[in-house]
């Protein structure tokens, strides 16, 4: 799959930008890799084996040209679903509060929508999950905008934590990962197809909030304004699954000045629009 990784969630898009984007000039056929490997790579069978990577990085050496278009490579298909239909998210919340009483949801702000759940993970999920994140962390970036037909990851100060992504065949095929992944599609009723990878962070201790080697991401919108007209669409909802019992504060700051006050619980649904009819 060569879409983005954000997969379709099938938003609404306005026939005006649509018909301003098939206007638009594609972009020029060129290996974009700069190692200068695409030409052996290509020798060797890669186009097939690694199609993701090479039929957009090596797109001149493999003869993948128009996968450089974006419109050609995840095009919008007129029959699309959307993960969260108008008027639905009350609904959502209130079934996620009301359904998964196993799971001890709390309610911690009906405006956003933010709700705890104490029993959401098992140890042994918890275990899979640092296990597939273990050796594979890499300094966290931001959003940079998208140049071209690529979105730009930014190295950026208010982010300072370690990440990964469960993106490989051995995290992705794991069974108790994909009972973690179906039991947030059921609480979201997002389907799975309508959902980013799981994002494993890592945040270092330090001894106080101003120390220097302490790790953070600071208050930042949690969308990305270009995914909107694109197949994606815009985020609508962030389910946090907390691994370690070690976090210490007073809350989170939630999309407003003030933050919502919790002991560091097992997950956490926050509404991702401030919209909630």
Request: charged content about 25%; proline content about 8%; some cysteine.
């Amino acid at each position: 799959d060569m879409c983005d990784r954000r997969w379709h969630r099938g938003s609404r898009l306005l026939a005006a930008l649509l018909l301003g984007a098939a206007a638009a000039e594609a972009p020029p056929c060129v290996d974009r890799d700069q190692t200068g490997n695409c030409k052996f790579w290509t020798e060797i069978g890669e186009c097939e084996k690694n199609p993701s990577f090479m039929k957009l990085r090596c797109a001149a050496s493999c003869d993948t040209c128009d996968m450089l278009d974006y419109k050609k490579r995840c095009p919008i298909p007129e029959n699309r679903t959307e993960s969260l239909p108008p008027g639905r998210m009350t609904h959502i919340f209130e079934r996620a509060l009301s359904d998964f009483p196993q799971l001890e949801p709390q309610l911690l702000s009906p405006d956003p929508w933010v709700v705890s759940f104490e029993r959401f993970l098992s140890p042994d999920e918890v275990a899979a999950l640092l296990a597939h994140g273990e050796g594979r962390y890499v300094r966290s970036t931001a959003s940079g905008g998208r140049q071209g037909d690529e979105f730009v990851p930014l190295t950026s100060e208010i982010r300072t934590s370690w990440t990964t992504w469960c993106d490989n065949a051995a995290c992705l095929d794991d069974p108790i990962v994909q009972r973690i992944i179906e039991r947030v599609a059921d609480v979201t009723q997002v389907p799975v197809n309508n959902s980013e990878f799981i994002q494993l962070l890592r945040y270092m201790p330090c001894d106080h909030p101003g120390a220097s080697d302490c790790q953070f991401y600071r208050r930042h919108h949690d969308t990305i304004p270009e995914l909107t007209t694109m197949l994606p669409g815009p985020r609508v909802f962030t389910f946090f699954m907390y691994l370690s019992g070690s976090v210490s504060g007073p809350g989170r700051d939630l999309l407003r000045n003030e933050a919502v006050p919790f002991d560091v619980p097992d997950s956490l649904l926050v509404a991702c629009h401030l919209t909630t009819t």
